[in-house]
């Protein structure tokens, strides 16, 4: 196997998206819609995170807010913000390891046509390969949990390198991990990534959920403007 | 983009990677070398999970261990390795998402001909793309630690169908995690894959570990045999 074929091949799939991903963005900023691109590893507790955030972004009772849920399979999360009464879609990769363009305008059109202010991806869980793939987002955040180690930043830094925000979670579980490094965790990411929002939260205590969703209205209010 | 021409050359290289790893898998077989994949998500636990394995493995003091570490950058894992005192090489995919015979190869070679019992392998963090390339190991493990939550079986069925034993990782924190559905784990990973070998571990604790290492043992005598 030829490995440059691999690599042009690679590219080839990447600038198209990129297009569409542009064109995609452009079309909901004109629509009034804020997208938010949720990455992370397996069990970083992605649907925790949006059901926190959610519940606290509705304490406006005005704002409209969607949730397109990624998985390789399994409804088990796009069934838990079911259950939470938030319109969502379902949106099977079948086995793929990350989401792109073509799966993202199939998902968002099965709402038909539904006005959100807010719209979230719940990407596949995966802290490699999703920093690759526009998914016509406005903003990305990861989230790291405290039990993953703060050392992942020097392991997986990509990801780190392309997101707009890091959101630490499961900080309940910080006195339980000692070795959680939290001053090298920004130091790293910073270095990776000088202009990044970092926010400590535990969506089990609440902790956080407040300065998050300042950010997104603020970061929305920024779009629009 | 053609997406059949994509899933043309996933193929390709799938199919040969297939081929390169049965021959290095048989070659180290006729070296009485038994190699080990451990996989699993970005913070499973898979270095502790190896530090606490060969601890005892070597309580034989002739056993001679070698590990592979595997990481998109960094050497944070291969020096926690080589402070153990434990040969090691270090494969930096270089931003990859998981490990190919060509990087195997090549990592093995740097150990110059050393004669292991049991070579190591610490695949990249990812609980998706590693499960689709043989990296000519005579068994696979997957790590799924207690805090990613039991149900990482119902989203990434893929890895859990190809490994020939699941190893939980972090018991010590099911306590505080009220949630973790022990049964329901076994059950699914069992209906994916019938002849799963299952081990409940704790680094922190060493629970499990002198059952891993006799099921490690009788893999390798039975390879041997």
Not at 11 to 39: P, Y
Request: aromatic share 8%; proline share 4%; charged share 25%.
């Amino acid at each position: 196997m030829n490995e440059s074929r691999v690599i042009e091949v690679k590219q080839n799939i990447l600038s198209h998206n990129d297009r569409v991903a542009d064109e995609f963005r452009k079309q909901r900023r004109e629509e009034n819609m804020f997208l938010l691109d949720v990455m992370g590893s397996p069990g970083a507790g992605k649907t925790s995170f949006l059901l926190a955030l959610i519940k606290q972004l509705r304490q406006n009772p005005e704002v409209n807010i969607g949730v397109i849920e990624a998985d390789l399979e399994s409804d088990v999360d796009a069934m838990k913000i079911k259950e939470a009464g938030i319109p969502s879609v379902e949106l099977n990769t079948k086995g793929v390891c990350h989401v792109e363009m073509g799966m993202m305008q199939k998902a968002y059109s099965a709402f038909g046509g539904k006005a959100f202010d807010y719209l979230f991806l719940e990407n596949i869980g995966n802290l490699v390969c999703p920093a690759d793939f526009d998914t016509g987002c406005h903003k990305r955040v990861m989230l790291l949990s405290v039990p993953e180690g703060w050392d992942k930043v020097c392991k997986y830094p990509p990801m780190f390198a392309v997101v707009d925000a890091l959101i630490v979670t499961k900080c309940d579980y910080l006195p339980l991990n000692p070795d959680f490094d939290m001053k090298a965790l920004y130091e790293h990411a910073r270095a990776l990534n000088p202009n990044l929002t970092i926010f400590e939260t535990s969506a089990r205590t609440g902790e956080g959920f407040d300065a998050v969703a300042e950010w997104l209205t603020s970061q929305r209010a920024a779009l629009l403007a």
